[in-house]
């Protein structure tokens, strides 16, 4: 009723982010897709960038929800330096839900620049608990502290509202993560190396691995008998040395055709 009364795409915006905060209350996720929408086409049709910049951290909220966090850490991390949605929650646990998502969402070189040389991060990253230690576990490589400073993040996760049902998922993700990012710098590594670099023993490396790799998350394969990790990651390289080759064929059978006509 107060948004059919209300004039101006600002006023009815208020209203819709009332209405989005009411179904995150209570997790009605069919609602605030509806509300997210109407928010954008109201935006398009007027709305200034403060309330813009809101409707990101509302729907890379919803994002994260509904587990896609590749869009959630998009849209997190391009509210970072306009954030203004404190009626949601506090600017310390926007920027856990950003470092979290960005953590198994992005790639080495964007976490470098969009998260750990983020000024608006480092402002805050020490603040939050276990975070600053877990994030330089994982791009300083500094593998002693992952589990130690994973415990410490797995703990928050599971008493968070929006990030506790998928706790499971990211504790698996991130572990996918950084073995990938271990493995890619041998051909073969034995478990026992492995295993002292992460400070837990043999049998949780051999059974860790062996269920990532079992259910194709790791391009790996473990051989138990010479006790050693051999990656098997696909090789890019070659997948392009090959599209070259055909591709040259091609170019080269047409050269041969056009040659033909311009000779007779």
């Given at each position: 009723l107060a948004y059919k009364k209300s004039v101006g795409s600002n006023a009815k915006l208020e209203i819709v982010f009332d209405i989005l905060q009411l179904g995150f209350f209570f997790s009605d996720y069919k609602l605030i897709k509806?509300?997210?929408?109407?928010?954008?086409?109201?935006?398009?049709?007027?709305?200034?960038?403060?309330?813009?910049?809101r409707l990101k951290v509302y729907e890379a909220t919803y994002f994260m929800i509904v587990r896609d966090l590749e869009?959630?850490?998009n849209l997190f991390i391009d509210s970072v330096a306009t954030f203004a949605a404190g009626e949601l929650y506090s600017f310390n646990k926007f920027i856990f839900y950003s470092v979290v998502t960005s953590m198994v969402a992005l790639n080495r070189v964007q976490l470098?620049?969009?998260?750990?040389?983020?000024?608006?991060?480092?402002?805050?990253?020490?603040?939050i608990p276990h975070l600053e230690s877990f994030l330089q576990s994982v791009y300083r490589c500094h593998y002693e502290d992952f589990f130690e400073s994973l415990s410490g993040i797995?703990?928050?996760?599971?008493?968070?509202?929006?990030?506790?049902?998928h706790a499971s998922h990211?504790?698996?993700?991130?572990?996918?993560?950084?073995?990938?990012?271990?493995?890619?710098?041998?051909?073969?590594?034995?478990?026992?190396?492995?295993?002292?670099?992460?400070?837990?023993?043999?049998?949780?490396?051999?059974?860790?691995l062996s269920m990532l790799i079992a259910n194709g998350r790791l391009?790996?394969?473990?051989?138990?008998?010479?006790?050693?990790?051999?990656?098997?990651?696909?090789?890019?390289?070659?997948?392009?040395?090959?599209?070259?080759?055909?591709?040259?064929?091609l170019l080269l059978n047409r050269v041969q055709k056009l040659s033909r006509v311009i000779t007779y």
């Open positions: 509806t509300e997210i929408d109407r928010a954008k086409e109201l935006l398009d049709a007027g709305g200034d960038w403060e309330r813009r910049n869009s959630a850490a470098r620049e969009k998260v750990v040389e983020s000024p608006e991060i480092l402002s805050v990253i020490e603040e797995m703990g928050l996760i599971s008493r968070d509202r929006y990030l506790s049902r990211f504790l698996r993700s991130i572990r996918v993560v950084v073995y990938s990012q271990f493995l890619e710098s041998y051909q073969s590594v034995t478990i026992s190396a492995m295993s002292k670099k992460f400070g837990v023993s043999e049998e949780f490396v051999d059974s860790d391009n790996a394969k473990i051989d138990k008998v010479r006790g050693i990790i051999e990656t098997n990651r696909p090789d890019a390289k070659n997948a392009q040395y090959q599209t070259v080759i055909k591709q040259g064929d």
